[in-house]
């Protein structure tokens, strides 16, 4: 099985405080490409050429964010990231991939990917998705307030934890940044449009599906099937309302 790890960790502990990002793809030069503009633009960068050293990488490294192609020999990339998903580890990924049809797009962020990047691709496009996804999943700042409640939720945001009615809810970066954003704007309708720009940071060229998806899968987490919580404004959006009030 073919790996390529030229990332040592006597060379991350010499600057701890940068971001690592842990590139896969089975093309030597798409992995040549994608690390050398990110060690330009500052990033610690390691790389693998498969999923099953990219899952090894993970464990070994704790990357703070994963560039990950899908197609690729044993597991691909949406095998390594339901394995990632199922054992806990929130560690952000972008898909990295020449499949650019809406469903493939829809079907990288239902499995679990925060972003999804198709080849041929800006290289100063992909540096900032990654920005903009690392800004997005980054703890809160010491300075924010810590707590936020609505209903029966309680959200930290310092320690990234979720109850509902004291019981933790586990609850993947995307899904805890969506719900954050339903909880400090409660009782407002919200478009689709508008939770894309505040979630997602970027534009999904109008296919909301990848909204109706998540919110699926956080009224899932929510226990919240009816709807009774998370509310459809059918051709508007969404709203969280209290209903025990």
Do not use: C
Request: cysteine-free; aromatic content about 8%.
């Amino acid at each position: 099985m073919a790996t390529d790890i030229s990332h040592t960790e006597q060379t991350m502990n010499q600057n701890p405080e940068k971001r690592t990002v842990l590139v896969v793809d089975d093309e030597e030069y798409i992995r040549d490409l994608v690390r050398t503009a990110l060690s330009f633009s500052g990033f610690e960068v390691a790389v693998a050429a498969d999923g099953v050293t990219a899952l090894n990488e993970v464990q070994r490294l704790q990357p703070d964010l994963i560039i990950l192609d899908i197609n690729m020999p044993g597991f691909d990339g949406f095998e390594v990231v339901r394995r990632l998903r199922d054992a806990g580890d929130p560690t952000p990924v972008i898909f990295l991939t020449a499949r650019d049809s809406a469903e493939d797009k829809l079907s990288g962020f239902t499995k679990g990917g925060d972003d999804y990047v198709t080849k041929p691709f800006s290289l100063e496009e992909l540096v900032a998705r990654v920005e903009a996804v690392l800004r997005r999943t980054a703890p809160a700042e010491a300075e924010a307030v810590s707590a936020i409640t609505f209903a029966d939720l309680e959200m930290d945001e310092k320690a990234h934890r979720v109850q509902r009615s004291g019981e933790p809810l586990d609850l993947a970066p995307t899904e805890f940044n969506l719900l954050r954003y339903f909880m400090t704007n409660p009782e407002q309708v919200l478009s689709k449009q508008q939770i894309l720009d505040h979630v997602w940071e970027y534009d999904f060229d109008g296919n909301y599906g990848i909204v109706e998806t998540y919110v699926s899968y956080l009224r899932k987490k929510l226990s919240d099937g009816d709807g009774s919580l998370i509310q459809t404004v059918r051709g508007v959006g969404y709203v969280i309302r209290n209903t025990t009030t």
